[in-house]
C-alpha cells in the first residue's frame, strides 16, 4: 500500500465516520491516531456528545473482534477478565473450564471507566500494559492487535473513582469531546429527532491492513530538529516547577513522536511536520501533568499550561 492508497483509505473511514457523526473530526481522527500507533485513547467529555457512538461506529468500520464494557462501581474484576466454571463431562467428571470475559476482543471500549473501583480498573491495566489476563495462577494472552478505548464524564463526582494519574498514563491519549457547533448540532436534530435511518457500515479495515497501517506509520521519516523539539517540548514540563509540580515521563516522548507519525499518514504527509507536535501534544501531555498550586490558584487548566509551554 502506497502513501496516496493509505490516505484514500483514511478520507473514505472519514467519510463513512460522517454519515453517522455529526463533527467531531479532531476528535475521530485522534482515535484513529490512538489505533495507528497501537496504543489506548481515554475520551473525556460532557454526556451526549457521541463519545461512545463514535468508538461504536468505529468499531463497525473495522473488521475486527468488538466488546463493550458498562462500568458500575458493583462491577468486579473478573466481570472483565473472566472466571473459571465447573463443566460437567458425560463421564460424570467436572472439571474447571475457563470462561474468557468481554476483555477477550480487538477492541475495548470501557464505558465510562471512571465508575469502576480502583480494583476493577486495574484488572483492565494489566490487559492494557502487558497484552495479557492473569486469572489464578493461569496468563492468558490478548489476541492483537488490543485496543482500549475509553470514556469518561469529567462532571458528577459523586460515585466515581477517578483514574489516578499512573494509570492514565497508560492511556497514550486523553481525547476531548466538545460540544457542536449550532449548525451541527441542527444537523443532529434533523437527523436524530425525525425518521431515522439505520446506516448499514461495512467494515473498510481487516486485521492485516491494520497492522500494515501501523507499521507504515512508524517508517514516517521525522527530521531531527523536530524530534529534539519534541524531546524538549516533554523535558520542559519537568522544569516549569511554577506551574508545573510533576512532569511527564519518557513515555509522553515516545507517544508524542509516535502520534505525530501516525497523523502525518493520515494526513497523506511523507514527514512529520512541526504542526503534528503541536497538534497531538495537547491529547500526549494533558493527562500526563500534575499543575502545581500557583498554576491551580490562577484558575489554569491543563491545555492552559501546554499553550504556555508551546510559546
Do not use: C, W
Amino acid at each position: 500500500m502506497k502513501l496516496e492508497e493509505a490516505k484514500k483509505t483514511f478520507d473514505y473511514i472519514f467519510s463513512e465516520l460522517n454519515r453517522v457523526i455529526v463533527g467531531q473530526n479532531e476528535m475521530l481522527k485522534q482515535v484513529l491516531v490512538a489505533l495507528l500507533s497501537d496504543s489506548h485513547a481515554l475520551l473525556e467529555g460532557y454526556p451526549g456528545v457521541a463519545k461512545t457512538l463514535s468508538i461504536k461506529t468505529l468499531s463497525s468500520l473495522l473488521d475486527l473482534k468488538f466488546s463493550r464494557i458498562q462500568n458500575t462501581p458493583d462491577l468486579m474484576p473478573s466481570d472483565i477478565t473472566g472466571t473459571y466454571i465447573i463443566e460437567e463431562a458425560t463421564s460424570g467428571k467436572r472439571n474447571f473450564k475457563f470462561q474468557p470475559g468481554p476483555v477477550f476482543a480487538n477492541v475495548v471500549l470501557a464505558d465510562e471507566i471512571n465508575r469502576a473501583t480502583p480494583k476493577t480498573q486495574s484488572a483492565l491495566l494489566e490487559a492494557m500494559q502487558e497484552k495479557q489476563v492473569t486469572v489464578g495462577n493461569s496468563t492468558f494472552k490478548l489476541e492483537e492487535p488490543f485496543f482500549v478505548l475509553a470514556t469518561q464524564n469529567p462532571i458528577e463526582q459523586e460515585g466515581t473513582y477517578p483514574l489516578p494519574e499512573a494509570q492514565a498514563d497508560r492511556f497514550l491519549l486523553k481525547v476531548k469531546v466538545d460540544y457542536p457547533t449550532f449548525d451541527e448540532e441542527m444537523e443532529i436534530v434533523n437527523r436524530f429527532a425525525e425518521e431515522v435511518k439505520k446506516q448499514q457500515l461495512k467494515p473498510i479495515l481487516t486485521k492485516d491492513n491494520l497492522v500494515y497501517l501501523q507499521h507504515m506509520a512508524r517508517q514516517i521519516p521525522i527530521a531531527n530538529d523536530i524530534k529534539k523539539y519534541a524531546v524538549q517540548l516533554v523535558t520542559s514540563t519537568r522544569q516549569k516547577k511554577d506551574l508545573i509540580e510533576f512532569g511527564a515521563s519518557p513515555r509522553a516522548s515516545i507517544g508524542l513522536i509516535l502520534a505525530a507519525k501516525s497523523r502525518a499518514l493520515i494526513e497523506g504527509r511523507k514527514y512529520v511536520s512541526k504542526d503534528d507536535i503541536h497538534k497531538m501534544a495537547f491529547p500526549v501531555l494533558r493527562h500526563r501533568i500534575i499543575l502545581s498550586f500557583e498554576a491551580e490558584r490562577q484558575g489554569l487548566h491543563h491545555d492552559d499550561v501546554i499553550k504556555q509551554l508551546l510559546k
